[in-house]
């Protein structure tokens, strides 16, 4: 056989050898590999930390009283909003008739005119996650009056008028009758009377001659809120009078 064909033989013969040896080496690599990890070495996702659950905070507001007397300091306190995930809070305050915001977890406040008015409290916790709550304080004033006057002839009246609002702890009227008829033999009378804002009579004498008296009530006498109206009515003869009233808040 002619030389250079053998090593035309030989060579490819090589070829073929070196070809099986290494997909016998790939084969094996792959199987020992499989065999290191193995199907029960996979990565557990059940194991993966979970991440925050987001929920919101739940927003609260405790005032220090909810009812004040004009230019009375009251408190606002956000303390007692949670946040189930311990996130850090954040506390913006806002107050009806004031177009400022206000931040902090606490505040104080004074209000210059009666009557009832919103706080609104937001809290929003590190994640951006939030939560409002509204409430209200009622602002009041007492109020006192003195009046003086006289009745006299049938069906001459006078009618005095106060103020009875949200939050009324007690209504007082004090009276002092004088004859002031010219006769010393005419018996000077009137009628007293006294009606709420829905016209109600909530207490009425006839027949009351000159001395001193009062009348008081709580705030379960007085179930309306309005204008109230006491009423000293002429039967006979003058009378000189005076009026103390007195209502508490």
């Known amino acids: 056989m002619n030389i250079k064909i053998m090593k035309k033989i030989t060579l490819l013969i090589s070829f073929l050898l070196v070809g099986v040896c290494i997909s016998g080496v790939y084969a094996y690599s792959e199987g020992m590999l499989d065999e290191i990890i193995g199907e029960d070495d996979e990565v557990d996702d059940s194991e993966t930390p979970e991440a925050s659950s987001g929920n919101p905070p739940i927003a609260r507001i405790t005032p220090s009283n909810p009812k004040i007397q004009i230019n009375e300091t009251i408190s606002f306190s956000g303390t007692d909003s949670t946040d189930s995930d311990g996130d850090t809070l954040s506390f913006l305050w806002s107050f009806e ?3 400022k915001n206000y931040e902090g977890s ?10 009832e008015f919103l706080v609104k409290l937001i809290v929003t916790d590190s994640t951006g996650l939030s939560d409002e709550i509204e409430t209200t304080v009622l602002v009041v004033e007492d109020y006192h009056d003195e009046q003086s006057g006289n009745v006299n002839g049938n069906d001459n009246t006078e009618d005095i008028e106060m103020p009875v609002d949200n939050g009324v702890i007690s209504l007082r009227v004090e009276y002092s009758l004088e004859s002031a008829s010219i006769n010393p033999l005419e018996e000077s009378t009137v009628t007293l009377r006294l009606t709420d804002a829905d016209g109600a009579v909530i207490q009425e004498e006839a027949a009351v001659s000159e001395g001193d008296g009062a009348w008081s ?9 309005g204008d109230y109206t006491f009423t000293i009515e002429s039967e006979s003869g003058s009378m000189d009078y005076s009026l103390i009233i007195d209502i508490k808040y």
């Open 217 to 225: 009530y709580t705030s379960d006498d007085l179930s309306s809120t």
């Open 106 to 115: 606490n505040i104080e406040r004074n209000y210059p005119d009666k009557g």
């Open 97 to 99: 008739g004031d177009s």
